[in-house]
């Protein structure tokens, strides 16, 4: 460490929200070069290095083979695939000096079908499974906790090639199998779940997820076993109701009712039921958005929820994408004079309405079902307004939050929500970018066929911070074994040239031994310091020499479970080979 170039700091860094992104620049293992761009300096390149090495050795055992491609693309194949539009603002986009459109690749989907349909076209060759491991570029909104969400990252992506939808079926249990062996050794807790709304069959795409407090993605499981992320929950859809006995919907005077409270409050005490309080729950909200579509367009959009429920953003964005949600301006407002502020209602939305406004509403808003809902009046609502007799929206959205205790659409009980980190994604494409991009090879039969596809990402750089997620105490890191920079860190204190030569002469043997050793070497240190650099880094095995010397013995401490044992000198090297097995 006397010549390791190596600053551990004492502060946390101002922008940290998250004790990864604290942990692993105070610890010297990244340093920020600007919003979700970092560095990497010696400690944690090392660790990323053996994340890759995990995630090569489990891909190598599949079957698949490694290529790297360029991360500076053409524009072209994007274009072929409409995800030169599609990505709007989220990638870098550049010119070359000919002004050529060219894109910073934020995943490699074009360029990959392009080059087995290069060299590739019989069925023979198949199935295929390419994978690299290479920095990828995305122009985050909001980058955000060092690593975890950088601009620029490293990803392993990998994809398959079948002729098949069983061949995909299998590739694709194949890689499954793959991630579970790399999570496993990665060494944090994690799930895997449904990742979208099963409308491709229920295991068309799942995340591996990092369970982490600190994780954006928030995800549902139930005891029965389902598990899946919250932006790929369906809702369970109630059978329709009968409405013939119901009553007729009427407009009544609600003043100031502008919001679900102030309404059920008034309801309560203006029109009360018979059977019943009125509760949220009875009410049927009207929020409005504005889709940007990639093409720059800006789409209103009205979504009918129950009112005791909120829209939850980021359902919306998974269910509308690739456009963006954007407040519904005041701007927005005067252009549809129809819309009264805080009663709107069906009344006026919908294509075939006066506002032209496509109005789509929460699965749980079946034909029968009967609602308290703006009259479209300032300080108005309408009674008994049942969908599928009164008004009739133009489709549904899964845009309400889900919330704990909601039953899991496989009928397996009740949801619990939790919080993760997305680790992984292993997605069934399908023929869709073959078919654009005319990858085709002849089958037994010499008749020309679309192949089918699968891609599988693992998120390298960012298993880094999730590791350390899982794995920390408030004075530092503890790294797993299978990723620490290095197994042991021997510490010697002292002022004598003895307990040095000692020192030395450990290592030496430790590292004849096959262990890597970071060893504090440092002479004008104090030894608390030393110690606290230890505890900082995290290496699995701390290993003292010093005052116990006289002794004849070298102190071993587990850094994670704190526990510390005297070993003879002459059985150090013998006791370290054993707990870094
Ligand atoms: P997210 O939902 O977190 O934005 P994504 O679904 O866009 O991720 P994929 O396109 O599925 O990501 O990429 C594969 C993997 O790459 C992800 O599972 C994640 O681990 C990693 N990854 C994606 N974006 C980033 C990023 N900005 N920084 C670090 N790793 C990332
Ligand atoms: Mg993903």
Redesign the pocket.
């Given at each position: 460490m006397s010549r390791f170039f190596l600053r551990t700091l004492r502060d946390d860094p101002a922008d940290a929200e998250v004790p990864s992104h604290r942990l692993l620049v105070r610890g010297g293992y990244v340093r920020r070069v600007a919003p979700?761009i970092y560095s990497w300096l010696p400690l944690g390149l090392r660790v990323l290095a053996r994340v890759e090495q995990i995630v090569r050795e489990e891909m190598d055992a599949m079957g698949a083979q490694e290529v790297r491609f360029p991360a500076l693309l053409p524009r072209e194949p994007y274009e072929v695939t409409n995800r030169w539009t599609e990505y709007g603002a989220n990638v870098f986009r550049l010119q070359d000096r000919r002004g050529n459109d060219m894109m910073l690749g934020?995943?490699h989907e074009e360029f990959f079908t392009l080059l087995v349909k290069d060299l590739y076209s019989s069925y023979k060759d198949l199935p295929l499974n390419l994978y690299q491991i290479q920095t990828?570029y995305?122009d985050?909104a909001r980058?955000r906790a060092g690593?975890?969400?950088?601009?620029e990252?490293v990803?392993k992506?990998a994809y398959s090639f079948d002729i098949d939808d069983a061949g995909l079926e299998a590739s694709y249990q194949a890689y499954r199998e793959a991630y579970v062996r790399i999570f496993d050794r990665l060494g944090f807790e994690y799930v895997i779940v449904h990742a979208d709304s099963g409308a491709m069959g229920g295991s068309a795409s799942e995340?591996?997820l990092a369970v982490a407090e600190t994780g954006?993605?928030t995800f549902v499981r139930s005891a029965g076993g389902y598990a899946a992320n919250v932006e790929a929950v369906t809702t369970v859809v109630p059978d329709p109701l009968p409405y013939d006995d119901l009553p007729a919907a009427h407009a009544e005077q609600t003043p100031e009712t502008p919001t679900i409270e102030t309404l059920v409050n008034h309801l309560n005490v203006a029109f009360p039921r018979d059977d019943r309080a009125w509760e949220a729950a009875d009410t049927l909200k009207n929020v409005l958005v504005v889709l940007r579509h990639p093409d720059g367009t800006r789409e209103p959009l009205a979504i009918g929820i129950p009112g005791d429920r909120d829209v939850d953003v980021r359902r919306l964005e998974a269910h509308v994408s690739p456009a963006e949600v954007e407040v519904f301006t005041d701007d927005d407002f005067s252009a549809h004079p129809d819309l009264a502020k805080g009663y709107i209602g069906p009344g006026v939305l919908g294509e075939q309405k006066s506002t032209g406004i496509r109005y789509l509403v929460d699965p749980r808003v079946v034909t029968g079902t009967r609602w308290v809902t703006g009259a479209d009046v300032d300080g108005s609502h309408v009674i008994d307004l049942v969908a599928g007799r009164d008004f009739t929206p133009d489709g549904t959205i899964e845009a309400a939050e889900v919330r704990a205790g909601d039953a899991a659409p496989d009928g397996s009980g009740p949801l619990e929500l939790e919080r993760g980190?997305?680790?992984?994604?292993i997605?069934q494409l399908g023929r869709m970018y073959a078919e654009k991009l005319g990858l085709q090879v002849l089958d037994e039969n010499g008749k020309l066929v679309t192949v089918t596809m699968g891609s599988y990402?693992?998120?390298v750089?960012?298993?880094v911070a999730a590791v350390v997620e899982n794995s920390h105490d408030e004075i530092g890191i503890v790294w797993p074994r299978e990723i620490a920079p290095f197994d042991v860190h021997l510490v010697a204190t002292g002022k004598d040239d003895a307990v040095f030569d000692a020192a030395d002469a450990l290592v030496a043997e430790l590292e004849a031994a096959g262990i890597d050793v970071l060893y504090d070497d440092r002479r004008k240190v104090s030894p608390g310091v030393k110690f606290k650099d230890a505890e900082l880094l995290g290496m699995p095995t701390i290993v003292v020499v010093g005052k116990g010397l006289a002794d004849g013995v070298v102190e071993v401490r587990d850094r994670a479970t704190g526990e510390r044992s005297d070993v003879p000198v002459a059985e150090a090297v013998e006791n370290v080979r054993a707990v870094c097995r």
């Amino acid at each position: 460490m006397s010549r390791f170039f190596l600053r551990t700091l004492r502060d946390d860094p101002a922008d940290a929200e998250v004790p990864s992104h604290r942990l692993l620049v105070r610890g010297g293992y990244v340093r920020r070069v600007a919003p979700g761009i970092y560095s990497w300096l010696p400690l944690g390149l090392r660790v990323l290095a053996r994340v890759e090495q995990i995630v090569r050795e489990e891909m190598d055992a599949m079957g698949a083979q490694e290529v790297r491609f360029p991360a500076l693309l053409p524009r072209e194949p994007y274009e072929v695939t409409n995800r030169w539009t599609e990505y709007g603002a989220n990638v870098f986009r550049l010119q070359d000096r000919r002004g050529n459109d060219m894109m910073l690749g934020p995943t490699h989907e074009e360029f990959f079908t392009l080059l087995v349909k290069d060299l590739y076209s019989s069925y023979k060759d198949l199935p295929l499974n390419l994978y690299q491991i290479q920095t990828k570029y995305r122009d985050e909104a909001r980058p955000r906790a060092g690593i975890l969400r950088g601009r620029e990252f490293v990803m392993k992506d990998a994809y398959s090639f079948d002729i098949d939808d069983a061949g995909l079926e299998a590739s694709y249990q194949a890689y499954r199998e793959a991630y579970v062996r790399i999570f496993d050794r990665l060494g944090f807790e994690y799930v895997i779940v449904h990742a979208d709304s099963g409308a491709m069959g229920g295991s068309a795409s799942e995340e591996f997820l990092a369970v982490a407090e600190t994780g954006e993605d928030t995800f549902v499981r139930s005891a029965g076993g389902y598990a899946a992320n919250v932006e790929a929950v369906t809702t369970v859809v109630p059978d329709p109701l009968p409405y013939d006995d119901l009553p007729a919907a009427h407009a009544e005077q609600t003043p100031e009712t502008p919001t679900i409270e102030t309404l059920v409050n008034h309801l309560n005490v203006a029109f009360p039921r018979d059977d019943r309080a009125w509760e949220a729950a009875d009410t049927l909200k009207n929020v409005l958005v504005v889709l940007r579509h990639p093409d720059g367009t800006r789409e209103p959009l009205a979504i009918g929820i129950p009112g005791d429920r909120d829209v939850d953003v980021r359902r919306l964005e998974a269910h509308v994408s690739p456009a963006e949600v954007e407040v519904f301006t005041d701007d927005d407002f005067s252009a549809h004079p129809d819309l009264a502020k805080g009663y709107i209602g069906p009344g006026v939305l919908g294509e075939q309405k006066s506002t032209g406004i496509r109005y789509l509403v929460d699965p749980r808003v079946v034909t029968g079902t009967r609602w308290v809902t703006g009259a479209d009046v300032d300080g108005s609502h309408v009674i008994d307004l049942v969908a599928g007799r009164d008004f009739t929206p133009d489709g549904t959205i899964e845009a309400a939050e889900v919330r704990a205790g909601d039953a899991a659409p496989d009928g397996s009980g009740p949801l619990e929500l939790e919080r993760g980190i997305e680790m992984g994604h292993i997605f069934q494409l399908g023929r869709m970018y073959a078919e654009k991009l005319g990858l085709q090879v002849l089958d037994e039969n010499g008749k020309l066929v679309t192949v089918t596809m699968g891609s599988y990402g693992v998120g390298v750089s960012r298993a880094v911070a999730a590791v350390v997620e899982n794995s920390h105490d408030e004075i530092g890191i503890v790294w797993p074994r299978e990723i620490a920079p290095f197994d042991v860190h021997l510490v010697a204190t002292g002022k004598d040239d003895a307990v040095f030569d000692a020192a030395d002469a450990l290592v030496a043997e430790l590292e004849a031994a096959g262990i890597d050793v970071l060893y504090d070497d440092r002479r004008k240190v104090s030894p608390g310091v030393k110690f606290k650099d230890a505890e900082l880094l995290g290496m699995p095995t701390i290993v003292v020499v010093g005052k116990g010397l006289a002794d004849g013995v070298v102190e071993v401490r587990d850094r994670a479970t704190g526990e510390r044992s005297d070993v003879p000198v002459a059985e150090a090297v013998e006791n370290v080979r054993a707990v870094c097995r």
